[in-house]
Nanobody
């Protein structure tokens, strides 16, 4: 069964850091566009960052550039999101998802075309 499982969320003060993990099971993350997304209460799901796992090209939403870093460990079939200099507006449920095999990422990090959504992990940033 194909699954993505996120972990690593929590509550931090503004300026703090968190590292999210997303473990894929039932399929390999190789040669896929993998992404992190978030959804705050009352808002639509938005893209945060994406990576094409073969080659490692990365893409970020403007709101997180310079603060968040997406990375991978293909041996562990795991995606990461290092979040630094967190702001209250980063508060949301964070999800990971994947595009179909060999489909490239788009520059806009849109949630369209992604699937296999995990259950999400809550990130709360207090001021």
């Amino acid at each position: 069964q194909r699954q993505l499982a996120e972990s690593g969320g929590g509550s931090v003060q503004a300026g703090g850091s968190l590292r999210l993990s997303c473990v894929a099971s039932g399929y390999s993350i190789n040669s896929r566009c993998m992404g992190w997304f978030r959804q705050a209460p009352g808002k639509e799901r938005e893209g945060v960052a994406a990576i094409y796992t073969t080659g490692g090209s990365t893409y970020y939403a403007d709101s997180v550039k310079g603060r968040f870093t997406i990375s991978q460990d293909r041996a562990k079939n795991t995606l990461y999101l290092q979040m630094n200099s967190l702001k209250p507006e980063d508060t949301a449920i964070y999800y990971c998802a994947a595009r179909p095999f060999l489909e490239r990422c788009s520059n806009t990090v849109s949630p369209l075309g992604f699937g296999g959504w995990g259950q999400g992990t809550q990130v709360t940033v207090s001021s």
